[in-house]
C-alpha cells in the first residue's frame, strides 16, 4: 500500500487547517482575551502544494542522482582497472620490480663466485707457504692474487648490497601501489553506495509525486474512534482504545490507522514556527488481536496496519502511551487517525482527526514511577463484520469539528506553521517528519 500517497494527501490538509490541533485541545488556548480579528493562514502554509517540488525539480534531481551515481561507477571501475593493471607483466612497477629482482640475482651470483676465488687464492698461498723450496717470488705472487681476490669480493659484496636494497625499493612501490589502488576502489564504492542510495531517494520521491497525480480523498465511510482515561500519571503506562469501522458500502482492501500523543505546550509558552513539536511527542505503543505483543510506532514503522476490512466491520487496536517520568503536571492528547488503499488504485482518508485529551500528572514526589509493563497485553476484542454496534467507548473522546480559527483560542497571532506541524502528529511519527521536512523546505 502507497501509505505515503495517503500521508502527503492528510499532510496537506493539516498544513492548511492549523485550527485541527486547536480544536482537538480546547485547554490548551490561553484565557486572555483576544483583541484581533480571525488568525489567517500564512501565505505559505495556506499553499501546501506551493512547498512541495514540482514534477521538473524531482525530475532533475533523479537525473542529478542519475549522473552521479553514473560517474561513481565510473569511478569503480576505473578503480578496478588499475588494480587489475598494477597485476599485469608489462606494467611499469611490475617491469621495475623484476629488472631490480634480476639484477639482485645477479649481484648476488657475482658475490658468490668471488667469494669462491678469494677462498681458492688463499688456499693456493697456504700451499705456497707449506711448500719447503718455494721461492720468494712464488710467496709474493700468491700473496697478491690473495689481495686482488678480496678486493673482488669486497667490491661484489657492495654490488649485492646496492641490487637488493633497489630490489627491495622497486618491491615495495609495487606493494604500496596495490594498497593505495584497494584504497581508492574502497572510497569508490562507498560514493557508488551513497550515491545508488540518493539515486533510489530520488526515483522514490518522484514516483510518490507521480502516484499523487490522483489524492486521496477524504471519505467519511471510514469512521475511527479513540477512547481512554482522562488522568494519566507520568512515567506510568496508560493504555487507550481505537476503533476502525469501514461504514461504506463495500470491502476496503488495506486500511492502517495512524496514532500519535503529544504534551500540550502550557498557557503562555511562547510558540512559532521555530518550534519543534516532536520534543513534546509522547511515545506510542500498539496491540490488537491479530499483534499481541506491545509494537512501537515510530518514524519506521508509523502504521497499524488494520488490513482488509470488509462491509460493516470494525478492528480494534489498544493503544499504550507513556509520559516521561521527568514531565511536569499539564495537559495531553492522543490523535487518531485512519486511511486505506484499494487494490483498484482508489484511496481515502477518514474526514477528521479523532482525539482524547488528558490531564498529565506528574509522578509523586520520592515515589518511583511504576515499571512499564512487560507481559504481553490481553489481546483486543476480534474484528467483527457487523459493524460492532454494542462497542462502547472506555472515557471521553472530543470529535470538535474543526471550524474554529487560531484567534477564538486567544493563541498568539503568528504560529500558523507551527500549530500546523503539532496537527499533523495526528497523522502518525511519518506524517510528522514529512511535515517538518515541508517547513525546512519553505525556510530554505
Known amino acids: ?101 634480476k639484477a639482485a640475482d645477479e649481484a648476488a651470483a657475482k658475490k658468490t663466485a668471488a667469494d669462491e676465488a678469494l677462498a681458492k687464492a688463499k688456499q693456493d698461498e697456504q700451499a705456497v707457504k707449506d711448500k719447503p723450496d718455494a721461492t ?101 503506562p496508560a493504555v487507550f482504545s481505537m476503533h476502525v469501522t469501514n461504514t461504506s458500502d463495500h470491502k476496503l482492501d488495506l486500511v492502517n490507522a495512524f496514532a500519535n500523543a503529544i504534551r500540550l505546550p502550557a498557557p503562555g509558552d511562547e510558540i512559532d514556527e521555530d518550534t519543534d513539536f516532536s520534543e513534546l511527542a509522547i511515545p506510542v505503543e500498539w496491540s490488537s488481536a491479530d499483534v499481541l505483543e506491545w509494537t512501537p510506532i515510530t518514524e519506521k514503522s508509523e502504521s497499524i496496519e488494520v488490513g482488509e476490512l470488509d462491509k460493516g466491520a470494525s478492528y480494534d487496536v489498544k493503544l499504550r502511551l507513556t509520559v516521561d517520568a521527568k514531565a511536569t503536571a499539564g495537559k495531553g492528547a492522543l490523535f487518531g487517525y485512519g486511511g486505506y488503499e484499494n487494490n483498484d488504485g482508489s484511496c481515502g482518508f477518514a474526514s477528521d482527526f479523532k482525539d482524547v485529551n488528558f490531564d498529565i500528572l506528574a509522578a509523586g514526589k520520592g515515589d518511583k514511577p511504576k515499571p512499564t509493563e512487560t507481559t504481553t497485553p490481553t489481546p483486543a476484542p476480534t474484528a467483527t463484520t457487523g459493524g460492532n454496534t454494542n462497542t462502547t467507548q472506555q472515557g471521553g473522546s472530543s470529535n470538535t469539528p474543526v471550524n474554529g480559527t487560531l484567534a477564538a483560542t486567544g493563541a498568539n497571532d503568528t504560529l500558523p506553521l507551527g500549530y500546523a506541524a503539532a496537527g499533523a502528529v495526528a497523522l502518525g511519527a511519518g506524517a510528522l517528519v514529512v511535515a517538518r521536512r515541508r517547513k525546512a523546505d519553505a525556510q530554505a
Request: proline fraction near 4%.
Open 1 to 101: 500500500m502507497k501509505i505515503r500517497r495517503i500521508l502527503a494527501t492528510a499532510v496537506a490538509a493539516a498544513v492548511t487547517t492549523p485550527v485541527v490541533f486547536l480544536s482537538a485541545a480546547p485547554a490548551f488556548a490561553d484565557t486572555k482575551p483576544t483583541s484581533g480579528p480571525s488568525q489567517k493562514p500564512a501565505t505559505h502554509a495556506g499553499d501546501a502544494e506551493g512547498d512541495m517540488p514540482s514534477l521538473e525539480d524531482l525530475k532533475a534531481a533523479v537525473a542529478a542522482a542519475q549522473k552521479a551515481y553514473d560517474e561513481a561507477v565510473a569511478d569503480v571501475a576505473k578503480a578496478r582497472a588499475d588494480i587489475d593493471a598494477l597485476d599485469k607483466a608489462d606494467h611499469p612497477l611490475q617491469v621495475a620490480a623484476a629488472d631490480a629482482k
Open 136 to 236: 720468494d717470488e712464488e710467496k709474493a705472487a700468491a700473496a697478491a692474487a690473495v689481495t686482488a681476490a678480496q678486493t673482488a669480493a669486497d667490491e661484489a659484496a657492495t654490488a649485492k648490497a646496492t641490487a637488493d636494497t633497489k630490489a627491495k625499493e622497486a618491491s615495495k612501490a609495487l606493494e604500496d601501489a596495490n594498497v593505495q589502488a584497494f584504497r581508492v576502489l574502497a572510497l569508490a564504492q562507498k560514493v557508488e553506495k551513497a550515491a545508488k542510495e540518493k539515486l533510489d531517494d530520488a526515483k522514490e520521491e518522484l514516483a510518490s509525486y507521480e502516484d499523487m497525480g490522483d489524492e486521496c480523498e477524504e471519505d467519511s465511510s471510514l469512521k475511527v474512534t479513540v477512547s481512554g482515561p482522562k488522568k494519566v500519571t507520568a512515567g506510568e
